[in-house]
């Protein structure tokens, strides 16, 4: 792979490819087979820091596996094998003219990703809306922001992850993590939380001691260890204290809310002694959180305070509620748009935030507009050169999509895009048997994932230091992709692939290349939107400004400086108010019950990242941490009869997976962990349900009900046979 000249031994400054807090990385020549290496630079999210796979992430430019020229099979049965672009994309074109002559233009449809840039995210949906003329879109951030989005939208009139810079956490004197595990899934940003241990505010809401846990150790914070699924009520019980003895913010309350009276009459049945009996969180200790973060915050004295949510209470059935409640208590306390305060949700994906913004979501077009709203559709449309009328409507969720797959009137064709759905879909979903049945299945990846495994065309395409582009972090901050390497030969950019399909399917919709161009687009189609990029361009970015979105046009032609705290005056609301919204508390939906007597828990590992389709062929990462394991307390494995490392199964109605048991008191009696980095046997979210939250479709991903079984004869020869595939994906098929 050549190097771009610009990589001398001085470097280029980019970032890291992974999650949101995107770490400023400094990439130098590599040795040997390796094409560049990564080194920390100052960064005000990282703060000169990386985690292991920031370290690695050069590594994976040339991977065992990397993808380097189209594959196709000639029919389902047939393995798939090298072809030409022009046979591939002939293929695909043809396919997809003849399906939707037969079937109509939402015959196809199109799941992307929270990994591609700005510029990608925003010409998938433009293409699958102008070009394809579908409304069948949707992506994989509808696992990962989807009830926060929904939230802050019906309460602060805008979803950003981080309405505040990242570094406002140090001053405070007390940071509430819901559901987050940041110590493994971004440990550069744990330094942030620096200041707030050492006044002993650190407050990590979690039913498993997690490193994050661990870090309130010592007088640094408390830990609260709801019973899962009943953080909402933990919240419920803490607003209810605030009211109750008049530790709000009425000042605050009555110049910048609405709807205090009907959510003081919503809490009031939420005193802390019930909330004992459902949480398991001790009343003592719901007083004393409330007092502490009453005390913290402005009103009450204090540095500041911050409430911030992450996976763990959003992927349920009534996660957009549970964001709900947080809103309110920070609401209460006066803390949003406060210097040195506030509400955010952590970001999980590496553009989790820009991905949403600009077009991939069912329900959106870009600057986040509403798809549904015909002003919208007419600016969108005029920047698109199309009649708005032939601008498709609001599509199904994620979820629905898939369902919808093979179905006689659902979806014939798909293209996935950044996304390896057969191990981040709930099982219950029936995906293996429904991809199978689809007469055309198109992955666009670096690698071959399960998913690709399944395609019917798979096209290779270029990855992060291979490209330019924007993408937007954790706090709405735009930065710079760079371009430092070459990709192999016969790889293309999606940008490239999708112009050279309109074209061979003669549209007239112009898809530009050139990313500076996209952007430029981009910034014009979002203009007067929510997340208004129209006053940003390469240039300033280049020059090394911090903007942060809304950053519209000025009248003048000064730059806007940018809107790193947007709440500071007002709300984006109808009446400039944010909403205090009362809700109710519902029990999760897959809750135990006669023969699934034991909670699964599910989330991440410091050595992995979403689906490990990319850290499980990085050496290193994948020795860290090689295969899956279910954590199981001393005390339930001994009922059981288990040595650390004995084979356990868990099961549900919607299948098994097996496992080694990891024995800790990291979790209690009547619950296991488990990680869902791996395929095969090893596949958590092989028993994870597909109910949604009813306002975000956001699925129950982090909680399951199972039993707990050493492993029979049959289950150990089966992981046994399986087990090549927990280390690294499959060739598949390949020649």
């Not at 005390?295 to 004295?301: D, E, K, L, N, V």
Request: hydrophobic share 40%; glycine share 10%.
């Amino acid at each position: 792979m050549p190097v771009d000249p610009r990589l001398d031994q001085a470097g280029v400054d980019s970032h890291c490819p992974y999650c949101a807090l995107q770490c400023g990385q400094r990439l130098s020549p590599g040795p040997g087979p390796v094409p560049v290496t990564a080194q920390p630079r100052p960064w005000s999210t990282s703060g000169g820091g990386m985690c292991q796979k920031g370290w690695t992430s050069p590594e994976v430019l040339s991977a065992p596996g990397r993808l380097t020229t189209p594959l196709m099979r000639s029919s389902k049965e047939s393995p798939l094998r090298p072809v030409s672009w022009d046979a591939a994309l002939n293929r695909i074109v043809g396919e997809v003219i003849a399906i939707q002559r037969d079937s109509g233009r939402d015959a196809v449809a199109v799941f992307g990703g929270g990994g591609l840039t700005n510029e990608k995210a925003y010409t998938l949906g433009k293409w699958t809306r102008a070009v394809l003329r579908s409304r069948m879109i949707d992506y994989n951030g509808r696992f990962c922001m989807a009830s926060a989005a929904a939230g802050a939208n019906r309460q602060l009139g805008m979803d950003r992850g981080l309405p505040f810079p990242l570094s406002d956490l140090q001053g405070a004197d007390a940071v509430v993590l819901l559901g987050s595990n940041l110590a493994e899934t971004m440990p550069p940003a744990v330094a942030h939380l620096a200041g707030v241990r050492t006044r002993g505010g650190l407050i990590v809401v979690d039913p498993r001691r997690s490193a994050t846990a661990d870090l309130t150790e010592n007088g640094a914070g408390h830990h609260l260890a709801p019973v899962p699924g009943t953080d909402q009520v933990v919240l419920l019980a803490l607003a209810h204290v605030v009211l109750a003895e008049g530790l709000i913010d009425r000042a605050y309350l009555e110049a910048r809310t609405e709807g205090l009276e009907a959510l003081r009459r919503s809490v009031t049945s939420w005193w802390p002694e019930r909330a004992e009996q459902v949480s398991g969180v001790p009343a003592s200790t719901l007083r004393t959180i409330a007092r502490h973060l009453a005390a913290a915050s402005p009103a009450g004295g204090g540095r500041g305070a911050y409430l911030l949510t992450g996976r763990g209470v959003e992927q349920s059935t009534h996660g957009t509620d549970t964001v709900s409640a947080a809103i309110n208590l920070a609401l209460l306390l006066g803390l949003v748009g406060r210097d040195g305060s506030g509400y955010g949700a952590i970001t999980g994906q590496g553009n989790g935030q820009g991905g949403r913004e600009h077009g991939q979501k069912a329900d959106q077009l870009p600057g986040y507009r509403s798809i549904e709203n015909p002003a919208a559709r007419a600016h969108v449309a005029r920047h698109w050169g199309i009649d708005p009328h032939d601008l498709p409507g609001k599509g199904l969720s994620a979820i629905e999509l898939l369902r919808a797959l093979g179905e006689p009137s659902g979806p014939r064709a798909l293209f996935v895009h950044g996304s390896n759905l057969r191990i981040s879909v709930p099982g219950v979903t029936g995906l293996e048997e429904r991809l199978p049945r689809l007469d055309l299945l198109v992955v666009s990846d670096v690698v071959m994932s399960e998913t690709a495994q399944l395609a019917d065309v798979v096209l290779p395409v270029t990855q992060w230091a291979e490209e330019e582009g924007t993408m937007t972090n954790l706090e709405g901050r735009l930065i710079r992709r760079r371009k430092v390497i070459d990709p192999p030969p016969t790889v293309r950019s999606e940008l490239s692939i999708w112009s050279d399909l309109a074209s061979r399917m003669g549209s007239p919709v112009v898809i530009e290349t050139d990313p500076r161009l996209v952007f430029a687009e981009l910034a014009a189609a979002s203009a007067g939107g929510i997340a208004d990029y129209s006053g940003i361009t390469y240039e300033r970015l280049d020059e090394g400004e911090e903007i942060y979105w809304p950053c519209p046009t000025t009248a003048d032609g000064t730059r806007h400086p940018g809107t790193p705290r947007p709440f500071a005056t007002s709300f984006p609301t109808a009446s400039g108010r944010a909403h205090l919204v009362p809700v109710s508390y519902r029990p999760p939906t897959d809750d135990l019950r006669p023969g699934a007597p034991v909670r699964l828990l599910t989330g991440r590992v410091l050595a992995h990242y979403q689906s490990g389709a990319q850290t499980r062929r990085v050496p290193s990462l994948q020795q860290a941490s090689p295969h899956p394991f279910v954590e199981i307390h001393p005390v339930q494995a001994a009922d059981l009869g288990l040595a650390n490392g004995d084979l356990i199964t868990l099961r549900n109605e919607r299948g098994r997976v097996v496992a080694p048991a990891q024995i800790t008191d990291r979790v209690r009696p009547g619950e296991v962990f488990m990680p869902f980095h791996w395929p095969g046997l090893g596949r958590a979210n092989t028993l994870i349900g597909d109910a949604l939250d009813p306002v975000s479709a956001m699925p129950e991903l982090k909680l399951a009900a199972v039993t707990v079984h050493v492993a029979t004869s049959a289950d150990v020869a089966d992981w046994c046979h399986d087990a090549p595939g927990q280390a690294t994906e499959s060739e598949g098929d390949i020649p």
